[in-house]
């Protein structure tokens, strides 16, 4: 899988282990840039943010504000190094918080209240700060099991539809799946098993799926790259694991600009092992163009910035007026169910189940 794919393949996968890198999008304005009413904003996010050339220009000539791009790695180390660096705001606007992530950014201040335009078309149950407007939501999508439909039919095997399938003889050593420590997508998988299987039983079931051979790895591009099996680049690399933890919009990805157009993608999804994942934008404290970053988190919000993100990010829009492309609606799975904890739980129990799970899983 290339590079456009693996940023495409979800905003918050990527484990990025490097320094952070600065990209302009769009042609920028060194002189206005961090000044208070400058002609740049500056939003801060993880590696695998991307939006169309032409939407970004489109946001400069309706405002005047030209968009540069901080990218910081993965989405938790995006969201640490962002807290570490409050004092003084490398941006205006950051995106890329998450639900499992979320309350570290509230409980630490990150955040300036913001209630942006639009927000009345989002549905309630993606507005995890509706008192306060601290964070905007932006997207959403499904942390999932994937699968290789080839080495399923190769083996005469049916692909695992379950968490309680994972941990079957049949599908021993299949499975890769990312750090909760280290990788957010890792997290979320942990936390689909908590939300499944409760406070009681999450780690028993961990222990069977060790038994059982899951391989964990830092982060997603490791796991989806190097050792899955299904995905153009896994193929390259010779990943020998059919199974991995990624995304309900990974399909399309692997189908995208491919001709003659398939039947059906080279990958599936376990649907029944799904867990809800929901991005935010949220107008940093202390931001120099605070008016440019609202004008952002409005933009991120309307139907241009909506309805370009499935093709660049692949996932799915809050807004109810934004449409989905036929390719994300053919080739994605729908999740019915997918598994979701309150954020004042994860909250109150993130750190400790994720020490538990290291101390369990990689021991």
């Known amino acids: 899988m290339n590079t456009t794919l693996r940023r495409a393949l979800g905003a918050t996968a990527a ?15 060194d002189k206005g840039s961090g000044e208070s009413g400058g002609k740049t904003v500056t939003l801060v996010s993880h590696d695998s943010f ?27 180390r995006a969201v640490n190094q962002a807290i570490l660096s409050k004092s003084h ?14 309350s570290r950014a509230l409980d630490k201040d990150l955040f300036a209240p913001y209630e942006a ?8 149950e993606f507005q995890a700060d509706a008192g306060e407007h601290r964070v905007t939501p932006v997207d959403t999508g499904e942390i999932c099991v994937n699968y290789d439909r080839a ?23 299949l499975l890769v799946t990312e750090n909760s420590a280290t990788s957010s997508p890792g997290l979320a998988f942990q936390l689909a098993t908590i939300a499944q299987y409760g406070d009681d039983g999450w780690k028993d079931y961990w222990k069977k799926l060790k038994e059982n051979g899951v391989e964990v790895v830092d982060g997603w591009e490791q796991a989806y790259n190097d050792r899955f099996s299904g995905s153009a680049a896994g193929k390259k690399a010779k990943g ?124």
Request: hydrophobic share 35%; aromatic share 8%; with cysteine.
């Open 240 to 363: 020998d694991r059919p199974l991995v933890v990624s995304y309900a919009s990974s399909p399309p990805a692997e189908v995208l600009g491919v001709k003659p157009e398939p039947q059906e993608g080279p990958t599936g999804v376990a649907t029944g092992t799904c867990f809800r994942q929901t991005e935010f934008a949220g107008l940093l404290k202390g931001a120099r163009n605070t008016e440019g970053g609202k004008a952002l988190i409005d933009f991120m919000l309307g139907r241009t910035f909506q309805e370009d993100m499935p093709l660049q990010m692949f996932v799915k829009p809050v807004s109810q007026d934004a449409k989905l492309p036929e390719v994300f609606t053919k080739y994605g799975a729908q999740i019915d169910k997918p598994g979701t904890l309150a954020p004042e739980k994860i909250a109150k129990n993130r750190d400790q189940w994720v020490k538990e799970w290291s101390s369990l899983v990689l021991k």
């Open 50 to 76: 991307v939006a169309s050339e032409a939407v970004l220009k489109e946001f400069t000539e309706r405002t005047g504000y030209t968009v540069k791009v901080l990218k910081s790695g993965d989405a938790g």
């Open 89 to 102: 705001p490398q941006g205006d606007v950051f995106f890329g918080v998450d639900n499992t992530l979320l």
């Open 151 to 173: 080495y399923f039919a190769d083996h005469k095997l049916t692909p695992p539809q379950s968490f309680d399938d994972l941990v079957k003889p049949e599908y021993k050593n």
């Open 117 to 124: 335009k639009g927000l009345d078309r989002v549905p309630q």
């Open 15 to 29: 484990l990025a282990l490097g320094v952070p890198v600065l990209a302009a999008c769009g042609s920028s304005d």
